[in-house]
C-alpha cells in the first residue's frame, strides 16, 4: 500500500512551507505520494515534482480551487493540463479576480478604519505570479497592527458574513469541476465536512456535482471526526466516487495539521487514475 497526502500548501497560496520543506516532511511521514494543491495555482507543482522524484517520492501536480455556492465549496483537482487552452483561461481569470477581490476587500475594511496600502498586501506575496489570497490581507493586517495574529483578523473580518468577506472573480463548484474536467484531471469535493449546509442540502450538492463530473470526495480529511469519514467514504461508494485524503497542511511549525495525518492509502482505483499524472 501506499501511504499518501492530497492536500497540502506552500507559500505559493496562504502556506508558510517551500516545496523543499514540502517534500522533506512528506519523506519524514513515509509518504509514497504527495500532492500540493495550493488554492488557485499550480505555479508550486513543477518544482515539487523535481524535488519529490529525486527523494523517491511520486509527486502528483494539484490545485485547490476556492469555489463557492450559496456557501464555500472548494473543489481539488489532481493532475491538470497547465499547457492547455483552458488551464491558461482559467489561471488568468483566477489571477484578476484574486486583485478584483483583494481591491474589494481593501475598500470595505477601509470603510471601516482600516488603512492597508496594497503594496504592503502585495509584499506577503512570495511568488509575484500566483493569485493575491486574502491570508496575504490578513498578515499585512496583522503586522499594521490591527490584529494580534493573521487567522485572527481573517476570523473577525473576512470569513463569511463578516464586513469584509468578498466573492468577486470566484467560480461556483460547478464551475470548479468543469475547469478541472477541461483542463484533463480529477476532481474531488474538499472536506466535505466543512462544508456550512444542512446534510440533505449537501448531499444533493454532491449529487448535482457528480452528474456534472465530480470524480471523488476527500472523505479522509485531518478536520473530519471518525463518523464523519465513514458517512463520507459511505457516499463516496454509493455514487461510484473514488475517496481522497489529506492533511490540509498549512504550516510545519503549528497550526493543529502535519503533513501525512491522518493516514491516508489510495485504492488502487484512484492510483490507475493517478498513473499518468
Given at each position: 500500500m501506499i501511504?499518501?497526502?492530497?492536500?497540502?500548501?506552500?507559500?505559493?497560496?496562504?502556506?508558510?512551507?517551500?516545496?523543499?520543506e514540502v517534500v522533506a516532511a512528506a519523506v519524514g511521514a513515509g509518504?509514497?505520494?504527495v500532492c500540493v494543491t495550493d488554492h488557485d495555482t499550480m505555479d508550486g507543482c513543477g518544482r515539487v515534482k523535481e524535488l519529490a522524484s529525486a527523494a523517491g517520492v511520486r509527486a502528483v501536480s494539484g490545485l485547490e480551487i476556492s469555489a463557492y455556492a450559496d456557501v464555500k465549496v472548494h473543489v481539488l483537482g489532481y493532475g491538470l493540463d497547465t499547457s492547455c487552452a483552458a488551464y491558461k483561461n482559467y489561471y488568468k481569470n483566477a489571477v484578476e479576480g484574486s486583485f478584483a477581490r483583494c481591491y474589494d476587500v481593501l475598500a470595505k475594511l477601509k470603510a471601516r478604519g482600516f488603512n492597508i496600502p496594497i503594496d504592503k498586501v502585495l509584499a506577503e506575496r512570495r511568488e509575484v505570479s500566483?493569485?493575491?489570497h486574502s491570508m496575504f490581507i490578513c498578515r499585512a493586517a496583522a503586522k499594521l497592527g490591527y490584529a494580534s495574529s493573521a487567522g485572527a483578523f481573517y476570523m473577525s473580518y473576512l470569513v463569511e458574513g463578516k464586513c469584509a468577506h468578498s466573492r468577486l472573480g470566484?467560480?461556483?463548484p460547478d464551475q470548479a469541476v468543469k475547469v478541472i474536467a477541461d483542463c484533463g484531471g480529477i476532481s474531488s469535493?474538499?472536506?466535505?465536512?466543512?462544508?456550512?449546509?444542512?446534510?440533505?442540502?449537501?448531499?444533493?450538492?454532491?449529487?448535482t456535482l457528480k452528474s456534472n463530473g465530480l470524480n471523488g470526495?476527500?472523505?479522509?480529511?485531518?478536520g473530519h471526526t471518525e463518523?464523519?469519514?465513514?458517512?463520507?467514504?459511505?457516499?463516496?461508494?454509493s455514487l461510484g466516487l473514488y475517496v481522497t485524503g489529506g492533511s490540509d497542511t498549512h504550516s510545519l511549525h503549528g497550526g493543529g495539521r502535519s503533513v501525512g495525518v491522518p493516514e491516508f492509502y489510495p485504492d488502487s482505483a484512484l492510483l490507475d487514475a493517478l498513473k499518468n499524472y
Open positions: 501511504r499518501a497526502d492530497m492536500h497540502i500548501h506552500t507559500y505559493f497560496s496562504d502556506g508558510t512551507a517551500s516545496p523543499a509518504l509514497g505520494l500566483t493569485p493575491v470566484r467560480l461556483t469535493l474538499a472536506h466535505p465536512g466543512r462544508i456550512n449546509m444542512q446534510m440533505e442540502a449537501k448531499e444533493q450538492l454532491i449529487k470526495i476527500e472523505a479522509v480529511y485531518s463518523s464523519e469519514t465513514v458517512y463520507y467514504k459511505e457516499i463516496a461508494r
